[in-house]
């Protein structure tokens, strides 16, 4: 008996829901890592670690669309009923 290996297209969408789901968990982690960035509680550094980690989509915001920049900042601001300021923006 063969082993068939399964056709490559249900490979590569595999991948493809993978990355998604890995950019979707990147992105939705903004607003909470801003929250705990914020804290009193938070080390010094880890202001400039929240810029290095998420300068990709901080650089999206700044030079796409006015859309994007407005979906950014309406899901950070909604971090901001937590306590914390609109500082992201800072790159």
């Not at 890592?33 to 550094?45: K, L, N």
């Not at 998420?54 to 796409?64: D, E, K, Q, S, T």
């Not at 994007?68 to 309406?74: E, H, K, L």
């Amino acid at each position: 008996m063969q082993h068939i290996a399964p056709p490559k297209k249900s490979r590569t969408a595999r991948w493809v829901v993978v990355v998604l789901l890995v950019a979707l968990v990147y992105l939705l982690s903004m607003g909470p890592a801003a929250w705990c960035v914020w804290q009193d509680w938070s080390p010094e550094w880890s202001f400039q670690a929240y810029r290095r980690a998420y300068l990709p989509v901080l650089f999206l915001a700044r030079i796409g669309p006015r859309p994007v920049y407005d979906a950014i900042d309406w899901y950070v601001g909604l971090w901001q009923r937590f306590g914390i300021g609109r500082f992201v923006w800072n790159v």
